[in-house]
């Protein structure tokens, strides 16, 4: 049975990796796509491969590295005039390995500007909506990371990522908006590099787990997507 069926998922770096899966993933239970990609030539395979499933998608285009920017890229979802039911908030960088103490602030700035500010800006805009129509699952990527110094940035803000997570959950805990975070693992793409242990197509059904939750269901909680790798196909 596809339980999303007629539903609006905006998926935020869904033009390769990670984030493709997760908009096919999403198409496979019925449900429209908004995919995004920092030019709008990216987005296409996306749209392609989505649209096989018969479901509508559109394509949006747009950086997270400043506040201005992602204002304009929620200003174009905006105007496709279809509601955001779900967001996955999966667009994210990573740091080139350096000596802790080395990280410029303009570094650990960039950082948390698109792994943590863009998460907050995007929800912010999508989420008093979901709160209105009293439907709505959120969904934030984190990471497993740990007793990496030369990625501390990284680290950091995927830790502000979780905190994020748990305290708008409390906040949308009363709106059937439920609220969770995921880890993906190591994953072989460009951001995990490819020493990483697992295929990119080994995320799925794991990161899908928390869009497909009753109403009702666990807000505030922490997935790993690599617990339930097998159990799809």
């Known amino acids: ?19 493709q899966q997760i908009a096919k993933a999403l198409a496979q239970q019925g449900c429209n796509v908004i995919v995004h990609g920092r030019q ?23 950086e997270l590295d400043s506040e201005l920017q992602v204002r304009e890229l929620i200003s174009e979802v905006q105007r496709l005039s279809v509601p955001v039911d779900i967001l996955y908030n999966n667009a994210a960088i990573n740091n080139q390995s350096t000596p802790m103490f ?9 950082t948390f500007q698109v792994n943590l500010f863009a ?5 912010n805009a999508f989420a008093p909506a979901m709160r209105e129509r009293r439907w709505g699952r959120i969904i934030n990527l984190t990471s497993g990371i740990a007793g990496q110094p030369d990625l501390a940035p990284y680290s950091a803000s995927k830790a502000a990522v979780d905190k994020y997570t748990q305290d708008l959950a409390c906040e949308l805990k009363d709106d059937n908006v439920l609220v969770n975070h995921v880890d993906p693992g190591w994953i072989r793409t460009d951001l995990g590099g490819p020493n990483a242990w697992e295929d990119v197509a080994s995320v799925i059904p794991g990161v899908l787990v928390p869009a497909l939750l009753p109403d009702g269901g666990p807000s505030g909680r922490f997935y790993a997507a690599q617990d339930y790798k097998g159990l799809w196909g």
């Open 1 to 19: 049975m596809k339980t999303l069926n007629g539903k609006w998922a905006l998926v935020t770096g869904s033009s390769r990796g990670i984030g």
């Open 119 to 123: 998460t907050v800006q995007l929800c």
């Open 40 to 62: 709008l030539d990216h987005t296409h395979t996306t749209l392609n491969e989505v649209k096989e499933f018969g479901v509508q998608a559109l394509a949006v285009a747009g």
């Open 102 to 110: 080395e990280f410029s602030q303009a570094e650990w700035l960039r």
